[in-house]
């Protein structure tokens, strides 16, 4: 099993090089990646496919929201819930 840093080393080499296109930004933990401007709303759903083939981890429309997923660490902590368990 992958532990947090693994996932989180994953999810933002998929964002810098799938979604913001630009594999040398130093994205923050904290940063609003959605909010800033960084990606849309549609990349979430890239996002979330991403998830669920990469983690085995299915994240459901009612997450995949700017609210619960507009930062590294929002989107590692769901992809670390849903680890093991399916969900």
Do not use: W
């Not at 923050?28 to 990646?33: Q, S, V, W």
């Not at 759903?45 to 990469?54: I, K, Q, S």
Request: charged share 30%; net charge negative.
């Amino acid at each position: 099993m992958m532990n947090e840093n693994e996932i989180r080393q994953k999810i933002r080499a998929f964002i810098t090089r799938e979604l913001i296109r630009d594999e040398d930004y130093d994205l923050a933990g904290d940063e609003g990646i959605i909010s800033g401007g960084l990606m849309d709303s549609f990349a979430l759903a890239e996002f979330g496919v991403f998830v669920e083939d990469e983690f085995g981890v299915y994240i459901p429309d009612s997450d995949l929201t700017v609210a619960k997923m507009d930062t590294l660490n929002q989107m590692a902590a769901r992809v670390l819930r849903g680890v093991g368990t399916g969900d």
